[in-house]
């Protein structure tokens, strides 16, 4: 597959045509650099829908570690189907709640390998019951209507140790190459990568980013807090912190990142009403759900913090999304096509303070 361009890129999210020239778009459709484009693309979409779907989604308790007992691997594969998984639901929910981007999972950690892949067996989309490309479904639901996709990146992906290089490597290929326009990527998590202080499990992450730019220059990378500093954009769980609070990445780093845009990524579903979220990325039988005034003021606190927010949903076993959390995102899309986004501002974000973001 050939590189996506620049027209192709701004194409695929809308940004052709009346749109590209209109007042707030001129600036950046004469933007020489793809990259460029997508960052201020980023900065002004505010808003994206995150989607955890795996063998997880199909326990009570949405973890796969502990388990319930008596539970294996290979019984949750053979009853993942996702006979409800619905692509052009997923995309039509992120469109009618406002938001701009998706950010899915191929894979997490426990399985499966959502994507039609040569090298990531043994439980790939056509290894599985449900014998289908999630990534591809949702790659082309989301282009038809002009969202960007990010696609999650899980550690055993993101390493770069010799004895997985090649064919993590292999994966990005085929997810740049498979998929068409990307928006970019999103790695988990930065907490392995300061704990292997000899870099044994990252040695060739620089190469990784490099590949990824090299195929789809307009992709934007995120790796947490930040790790080597080249990253696009900074992602914080559930609140806006100070860079500076988190003392384990190197100053340098920091200094690089500092003028990066920010995002807070959280959950509609809670363990009980006003908890945090912690560990409730997949679908959890008795889980509290988020109000739309709830995300309301999430969406708040992040435009005042100049960031992005993105708001994870968690399919049902089957693919299917909680009917409370359909109606509270649609509920909030009304609300921002009737009054805009709250706290009123449109500034860029980074992650500099007293700036204009």
């Given at each position: 597959?050939?590189?996506p ?10 940004l052709t045509g009346?749109?590209?020239l209109s007042p707030?778009?001129?600036s950046w459709?004469a933007e020489?650099?793809?990259r460029a484009d997508?960052l201020?693309?980023f900065?002004?979409?505010?808003y ?5 779907y795996?063998l ?6 949405g973890k796969?570690?502990?388990?319930p007992p008596?539970?294996?691997?290979n019984?949750l ?5 996702a006979e409800?998984?619905d692509?052009?639901?997923?995309a039509?929910l992120?469109?009618s ?5 998706v950010?899915f ?11 039609r892949s040569?090298?990531?067996?043994p439980n790939t989309?056509d290894?599985l019951?449900?014998?289908r490309?999630?990534v591809?479904e949702?790659?082309?639901a989301?282009?038809?209507r002009?969202l ?10 993101a390493?770069?140790?010799?004895d997985l ?6 994966i990005?290929?085929?997810w740049?190459?498979?998929y ?6 999103w790695f988990?998590t930065d907490s392995?990568?300061y ?10 992450l620089a190469?990784?980013?490099?590949r990824i730019r090299?195929l789809q220059?307009q992709a934007?990378?995120?790796?947490c807090h930040?790790?080597?500093?080249d990253?696009d954009?900074?992602?914080y769980?559930?609140r806006?912190?100070q860079?500076?609070?988190?003392k384990?990445?190197?100053?340098d780093?920091?200094r690089?990142?500092a ?5 807070i990524?959280?959950?509609?579903q809670?363990?009980a ?5 912690t560990?409730?990325w997949f679908h ?9 005034d ?6 708040g606190?992040?435009r005042?913090d ?6 994870n949903?968690?399919p049902r076993g ?10 509270t995102v649609r509920?909030?899309g009304?609300?921002l096509?009737?009054?805009?986004f709250p706290?009123?501002t449109?500034?860029p ?9």
């Amino acid at each position: 597959m050939e590189q996506p361009s620049r027209r192709q890129f701004l194409a695929m999210l809308g940004l052709t045509g009346a749109a590209a020239l209109s007042p707030s778009r001129r600036s950046w459709a004469a933007e020489a650099s793809p990259r460029a484009d997508a960052l201020r693309w980023f900065r002004e979409a505010k808003y994206g829908l995150f989607v955890h779907y795996g063998l997880a989604s199909l326990l009570p308790g949405g973890k796969l570690r502990p388990r319930p007992p008596a539970i294996t691997d290979n019984d949750l594969e053979k009853r993942f189907t996702a006979e409800k998984f619905d692509a052009n639901f997923i995309a039509d929910l992120a469109v009618s709640g406002g938001m701009r981007y998706v950010n899915f999972t191929p894979y997490h950690g426990g399985g499966p390998y959502n994507w039609r892949s040569r090298v990531a067996h043994p439980n790939t989309g056509d290894d599985l019951p449900a014998r289908r490309d999630l990534v591809g479904e949702l790659a082309d639901a989301c282009r038809k209507r002009g969202l960007g996709l990010f696609l999650y990146v899980h550690g055993s992906i993101a390493q770069s140790r010799q004895d997985l290089f090649e064919r993590n490597h292999e994966i990005f290929r085929e997810w740049l190459t498979q998929y068409g326009p990307l928006a970019g990527f999103w790695f988990d998590t930065d907490s392995a990568y300061y704990k292997d202080t000899t870099r044994r499990l990252y040695p060739r992450l620089a190469e990784t980013f490099a590949r990824i730019r090299s195929l789809q220059p307009q992709a934007l990378i995120s790796f947490c807090h930040g790790v080597t500093g080249d990253e696009d954009f900074i992602t914080y769980e559930h609140r806006f912190h100070q860079q500076s609070e988190f003392k384990f990445v190197p100053a340098d780093v920091q200094r690089r990142l500092a003028d990066k845009p920010v995002e807070i990524c959280t959950t509609l579903q809670l363990q009980a009403k006003g908890g945090k979220g912690t560990k409730m990325w997949f679908h959890v039988d008795d889980a509290y759900h988020r109000t739309a005034d709830e995300v309301w003021q999430l969406l708040g606190e992040a435009r005042r913090d100049h960031c992005n927010l993105l708001l994870n949903v968690a399919p049902r076993g089957d693919g299917s999304i909680h009917p409370a959390d359909v109606a509270t995102v649609r509920e909030v899309g009304r609300r921002l096509k009737e009054h805009g986004f709250p706290a009123g501002t449109d500034q860029p974000t980074t992650s500099k303070e007293g700036e204009d973001r």
